[in-house]
């Protein structure tokens, strides 16, 4: 019962940056954690950052470049990304985890390329 659409993926030169939107629906409560994960061709799916309640935790490699964020008034997650790598090019996908069960996004594609 709880739907996550992620938006705001593209293609963007290396260096820029970008802002993830995950918008959350149904069953939503106050209390629950969400994430951001990413997975590239032929590697396996990785968590980039997340979010419990006050505190965040974030991959090494997007740590000081990546900024992970959740609106409680729009039930909506970001992640804002900057000075990407071409080594950021992966889907990205949000996930939300309620009562102990995991839903997920259909992912956006970001692609970091000159």
């Known amino acids: 019962q709880v739907q996550l659409v992620e938006s705001g993926g593209g293609l963007v030169q290396p260096g820029g940056s970008l802002t993830l939107s995950c918008a959350a629906s149904?069953?939503?409560?106050?209390?629950?954690?969400m994430g951001w994960y990413r997975q590239a061709p032929g590697k396996q799916r990785e968590l980039v950052a997340a979010?419990?309640?006050?505190?965040?935790n974030y991959a090494d490699s997007v740590k000081g470049r990546f900024t992970i964020s959740r609106d409680y008034i729009k039930n909506t997650l970001y992640l804002q990304m900057n000075s990407l790598n071409p080594e950021d090019t992966a889907v990205y996908y949000c996930?939300?985890?309620?009562?102990?069960?995991?839903?997920w996004g259909q992912g956006t594609q970001v692609t970091v390329s000159s």
């Open positions: 996930k939300l985890t309620r009562r102990g069960f995991d839903y």
């Open positions: 149904g069953s939503i409560f106050s209390m629950y954690a």
């Open positions: 979010i419990t309640g006050g505190s965040t």
